[in-house]
């Protein structure tokens, strides 16, 4: 989804670019994705036979291939790779059976379906913060939050909450180590790039490739040297590419 352009060889031996459409503010779905009852922000992409239900899935976030995600709230900018499934429903295990003809007794002719347990489900909401990367065939359980800038491992379980910018692995999946230092990850949450405006983002994307976080953040961060007391004259400085600071 991020590439868009491809080249291919023909028969023949020649090559041939074959042009994919660059994204638009509408959200793009593939014609083979299912997306139902969910919000979709601006700038989002949700990639071939993924579903998605009951989810809101903000601003520049994108999903690709083969991945389910139901009742779940999404930040911006969140890298959700294929094969990922984010809340894997649980069934009623405290009941005789957990098999769903119990609940969902419709399809088996027994009557009305048991809504208390649908909205059980939609209860126990996984909750993505922004700029989050999730890693190829994840499995984020019920009712876990994960926290702005973090990462999710390849092939992870994930069980617990994790904190903002903080890397986890495995099954279930442990903390290998913060992504950032602390002071840097404290710039760029108070920052909050992920609200600048798209020609924002488009003047800063320089910076973006360039500085590593450290050095963005002390591009960007007035409000840390505020705290710092490193500068007194802030009305005087020149922002340069500084956008404004927003806080919760
Ligand atoms: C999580 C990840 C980002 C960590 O990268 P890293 O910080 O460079 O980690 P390292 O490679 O130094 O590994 C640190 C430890 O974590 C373990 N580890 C790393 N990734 C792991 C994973 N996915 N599952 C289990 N353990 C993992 C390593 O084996 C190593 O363990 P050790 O300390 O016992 O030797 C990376 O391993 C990963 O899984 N990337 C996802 C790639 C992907 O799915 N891309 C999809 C396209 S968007």
Same mark, same amino acid.
């Given at each position: 989804? @991020?590439?868009?352009?491809?080249?291919?060889?023909?028969?023949?031996?020649?090559?041939?670019?074959?042009?994919?459409?660059? +994204?638009? $503010?509408?959200?793009?779905?593939?014609?083979?994705?299912?997306?139902?009852?969910?919000?979709?922000?601006? =700038?989002?992409?949700?990639?071939?036979?993924?579903?998605?239900? &009951?989810?809101?899935?903000?601003?520049?976030?994108?999903?690709?291939?083969?991945? *389910?995600?139901?009742? !779940? @709230?999404?930040?911006?900018?969140?890298?959700? /790779?294929?094969?990922?499934?984010?809340?894997?429903?649980?069934?009623?295990? =405290?009941? !005789?059976?957990?098999?769903?003809?119990?609940?969902?007794?419709?399809?088996?002719?027994?009557? $009305?379906?048991?809504? @208390?347990?649908? *909205?059980?489900?939609?209860?126990?909401?996984?909750? +993505?913060?922004?700029?989050?990367?999730?890693?190829?065939?994840?499995?984020?359980?019920?009712?876990?939050?994960?926290?702005?800038?973090?990462?999710?491992?390849?092939?992870?379980?994930?069980?617990? &909450?994790?904190?903002?910018?903080?890397?986890?692995?495995?099954?279930?999946?442990?903390?290998?180590?913060?992504?950032?230092?602390?002071?840097? $990850?404290?710039?760029?949450?108070?920052?909050?790039?992920?609200?600048?405006?798209?020609? *924002?983002? /488009? &003047?800063?994307?320089?910076?973006?490739?360039?500085?590593?976080?450290?050095?963005? !953040?002390?591009?960007?961060?007035?409000?840390?040297?505020?705290?710092?007391?490193?500068?007194?004259? +802030?009305?005087?400085?020149? +922002?340069?590419?500084?956008?404004?600071?927003?806080?919760?």
């Amino acid at each position: 989804m @991020e590439c868009v352009s491809s080249r291919i060889r023909n028969t023949a031996g020649k090559e041939i670019i074959k042009e994919k459409s660059p +994204l638009v $503010e509408e959200p793009y779905i593939h014609p083979t994705a299912c997306v139902k009852d969910s919000i979709l922000g601006r =700038w989002t992409a949700v990639g071939a036979r993924t579903e998605m239900r &009951e989810t809101v899935f903000s601003d520049y976030s994108y999903v690709m291939n083969d991945c *389910q995600i139901i009742y !779940a @709230e999404i930040g911006k900018f969140c890298s959700i /790779a294929s094969h990922t499934r984010i809340n894997p429903s649980n069934h009623p295990i =405290w009941r !005789a059976t957990s098999h769903h003809f119990t609940y969902r007794s419709k399809f088996y002719g027994f009557g $009305e379906d048991d809504e @208390e347990i649908f *909205q059980w489900r939609r209860d126990h909401k996984v909750t +993505l913060g922004h700029d989050v990367w999730i890693g190829h065939g994840a499995v984020i359980l019920p009712g876990v939050k994960i926290g702005t800038g973090a990462v999710v491992g390849a092939g992870s379980v994930v069980t617990k &909450e994790v904190k903002p910018y903080t890397i986890v692995a495995g099954v279930p999946a442990r903390v290998i180590r913060r992504r950032l230092s602390e002071e840097v $990850e404290a710039s760029l949450i108070r920052i909050q790039w992920w609200n600048w405006t798209h020609d *924002q983002l /488009a &003047e800063a994307l320089e910076d973006f490739r360039c500085l590593d976080a450290a050095s963005f !953040a002390a591009k960007y961060d007035l409000f840390g040297e505020i705290l710092e007391g490193k500068d007194e004259s +802030l009305s005087s400085k020149p +922002l340069g590419g500084a956008f404004h600071v927003q806080r919760g």
